[in-house]
């Protein structure tokens, strides 16, 4: 990722990147739920995120440092998780 304060989607992140999350935000029916579970699983504003490892196919599904915590989550999923690229 380019170093900026432009706030982007996990989703777009690859193996390597970190970032800061800015903000979680999920539409549709189940947004809801599908926030709310992201926020429990740690990806809260400020969380230090970095990408360890990306699937094989459709480089999906990803692993995700969020602090101390390793989290696995779609890239679908991924993509209501804003972050604001850090150094790596």
Same mark, same amino acid.
Not at 48 to 76: F, T
């Given at each position: 990722?380019?170093?900026?304060?432009?706030?982007?989607?996990?989703? @777009?992140?690859?193996?390597?990147?970190? *970032?800061?999350?800015?903000? =979680?935000?999920?539409? $549709?029916?189940? /947004?809801? %739920?599908?926030?709310?579970?992201? @926020?429990?699983?740690?990806?809260?504003? *400020?969380?230090?995120?970095? =990408?360890?490892?990306? $699937?094989?196919? /459709?480089? %999906?599904?990803?692993?995700?440092?969020?602090?101390?915590?390793?989290?696995?989550?779609?890239?679908?999923?991924?993509?209501?998780?804003?972050?604001?690229?850090?150094?790596?």
């Amino acid at each position: 990722m380019a170093l900026d304060t432009v706030s982007r989607p996990l989703s @777009l992140a690859r193996k390597g990147d970190k *970032g800061v999350v800015s903000h =979680v935000h999920a539409t $549709g029916e189940a /947004g809801h %739920d599908l926030e709310r579970r992201l @926020l429990e699983m740690g990806f809260v504003e *400020g969380a230090k995120v970095e =990408v360890l490892h990306e $699937g094989l196919i /459709g480089r %999906d599904p990803i692993a995700v440092r969020v602090d101390d915590m390793r989290v696995a989550l779609r890239r679908r999923e991924a993509g209501f998780i804003s972050i604001e690229p850090q150094a790596a």
